[in-house]
């Protein structure tokens, strides 16, 4: 019997880990894995939402999460290959053709 | 027993979590992303989600993480190097998430009558099983909008190849 409050606690603690590793790592594949721990973070909030209110609606939408996460992750590691081809390197500090 | 998963797996989470974000290498931070999804599997299986369990172990921590290792084996990423703009974000980011988690664990723990407790395994209203309940609702009601991901999915795949070609 553990309430559902500290499920939500674990999933906002996974959340801001994700966040402060968005937010402190340089390497463009760990921020994008950051952002995947995020997405995770959200669907156990889902889940246990869902099993809160004794519906299956909430485990819909964590499949349509997870089945847009896939499409993410594989349109967004394509352009980290095509960002590595142009410019030699996976920091983001260096990635700034656009500032100024 | 479920007391015991959740306190196993839900520290198994937070230690793999903790480990991506101190470790500077890639091919580590990727597999202690593994163990989290892996935690979070028995958790949704925990909380009778018994599909999406499955779906995380093949879906995520099986053909995600396998697509991250590929290409930071294939980039040949090495240990990550610090510039000026990563220590703004140290001074910065840490205590803006510790303030939004800080926000969040205290609207959670206020409620925590109201949310109610958790029995082990699926308890959803008037039907036979998980698995039913999900094909039924998504083959039904929700017909065209996994009509409309099978597409995403298609244009993502196309998308992926035309930005990874050599000439771009």
Request: glycine residues 6%.
């Amino acid at each position: 019997m553990v309430p559902i409050a500290y499920y939500l606690v674990l999933a906002a603690i996974l959340f801001c880990i994700g966040i402060a590793a968005f937010l402190i790592k340089r390497n463009v594949i760990t921020i994008f894995m950051s952002i995947e721990l995020m997405l995770n973070a959200v669907n156990l909030t889902f889940v246990a939402f869902a099993h809160m209110w004794h519906q299956v609606s909430g485990q819909i939408f964590v499949f349509f999460v997870m089945v847009v996460a896939a499409a993410e992750a594989a349109v967004g590691l394509a352009i980290i290959i095509a960002l590595f081809r142009t410019r030699q390197t996976l920091n983001v500090d260096s990635v700034n053709l656009m500032k100024n | 027993m479920q007391t015991a998963l959740f306190i196993i797996f839900g520290i198994a989470a937070i230690a793999g979590a903790l480990n991506l974000l101190f470790q500077h290498h890639p091919i580590n931070s990727a597999l202690s992303l593994v163990v989290v999804m892996m935690s979070l599997a028995v958790l949704y299986w925990s909380l009778g989600a018994e599909f999406l369990a499955a779906a995380q172990v093949i879906v995520y921590a099986g053909a995600v993480m396998v697509l991250f290792v590929f290409v930071v084996m294939l980039l040949n990423a090495g240990v990550e190097e610090h510039t000026s703009g990563s220590k703004i974000a140290y001074i910065a980011g840490i205590p803006g998430a510790a303030a939004v988690f800080a926000l969040l664990a205290f609207v959670f723990l206020k409620n925590k009558a109201a949310l109610g407790t958790t029995q082990l395994g699926g308890d959803l209203n008037n039907v036979v099983s998980n698995l039913t309940e999900i094909s039924h609702t998504l083959f039904t009601s929700l017909l065209l909008p996994f009509e409309a991901t099978s597409i995403l999915i298609l244009v993502a795949i196309l998308g992926a190849v035309v930005l990874a070609r050599k000439e771009l």
